[in-house]
Structures are given as structure tokens and as C-alpha cells.
């Protein structure tokens, strides 16, 4: 019995392992630009590249009616950083998986005063996807009035 126990942990343990592996490659990739001075942030306005369906959903109706009514969408700067302006320094990413969910934290400095996100991540057809960013300022998805 003992056996059977140990291997089926054994046989798991990979798996868990390539889920969180495959969550921080996610994040290492999206923030790994930011170290780079004068980046100008991600194009999360190609929400699906990053985020959820419902929430790239969300995303893309604001960025439609903005542009239509001629004012600036809901969304007032990087979501990634939470910053209209930014020089990172000292960042810091980690991630925590389990199954078809995880939880990223991601640490940094932005002029010289120190941040955390939260990036709650799912896994979809298309890979690891963000369903929501949360910090000092709110949540995204609380931005945009969804669950």
C-alpha cells in the first residue's frame, strides 16, 4: 500500500511542478521587460495575450466605448505595474500553483517607493492567462465591475 502511495505522489509531484513552472514562466516573460530601461510597458491593450476571457472581454468593451465617446477608458495606466509612469528596480516575481489556478505575487520598486501585486493566474486553451491584478489601488477586475 505504502508503495502505491509513494507512487503515485511520485508521479504527481512533475506535474505540479511543470503547473507552477509553466505559471512563472508566464510572469518571468510579461514582467522580464520591465528591467529594461525605457520600456514602455506591454501592449495589455491585446488583452487575450494576457488576460481571461472575461476579463479581456471587459477590457476590450471599455477600450471600444472610450474610443467612441472620445474620453479615456477605465483603465488609467499599466495594469502590470499599477503606474501611469515607472523605472522598476529590484523586481521580483513567485509564483504559487496549484492545479488550474495560481497565485502570483510580484515585488518591486518603482521610484524608489516599494509595491506588491497579486496576479491571480488561471490556466486556458491558450496557456496561463491573468484573471485578475490586485494592489494598494484596488483590483482590476473591481475595476471593471466583475466578480
Known amino acids: 500500500m505504502k508503495r502505491r502511495i ?7 509531484l512533475p506535474i505540479a511542478a511543470e503547473a507552477q513552472q ?3 514562466a508566464f510572469l518571468d516573460g510579461l514582467y522580464a521587460p520591465y ?11 491585446q488583452a487575450e495575450r494576457f488576460f481571461e476571457p472575461t476579463l479581456a472581454a471587459a477590457m476590450r468593451r471599455d477600450a471600444e466605448l472610450a474610443r467612441k465617446n472620445g474620453v479615456p477608458p477605465t483603465l488609467d495606466g499599466d495594469p502590470f ?18 492545479g488550474e489556478q495560481a497565485t502570483g505575487m510580484v515585488s518591486f520598486t518603482n521610484s524608489r517607493q516599494k ?12 496557456g496561463w492567462r491573468i484573471a485578475d491584478i490586485a494592489g494598494a ?7 471593471y465591475r466583475l466578480k
Open 6 to 12: 509513494v507512487l503515485v505522489v511520485g508521479l504527481l
Open 22 to 24: 509553466s505559471a512563472q
Open 35 to 45: 528591467r529594461t530601461r525605457g520600456f514602455r510597458g506591454q501592449p495589455y491593450t
Open 81 to 98: 505595474v499599477d503606474a501611469q509612469d515607472w523605472e522598476i528596480a529590484n523586481l521580483s516575481v513567485r509564483v504559487a500553483a496549484a
Open 115 to 126: 509595491k506588491t501585486l497579486a496576479v491571480e493566474l488561471v490556466q486556458t486553451k491558450d
Open 137 to 143: 489601488h484596488g483590483s482590476l477586475r473591481a475595476l
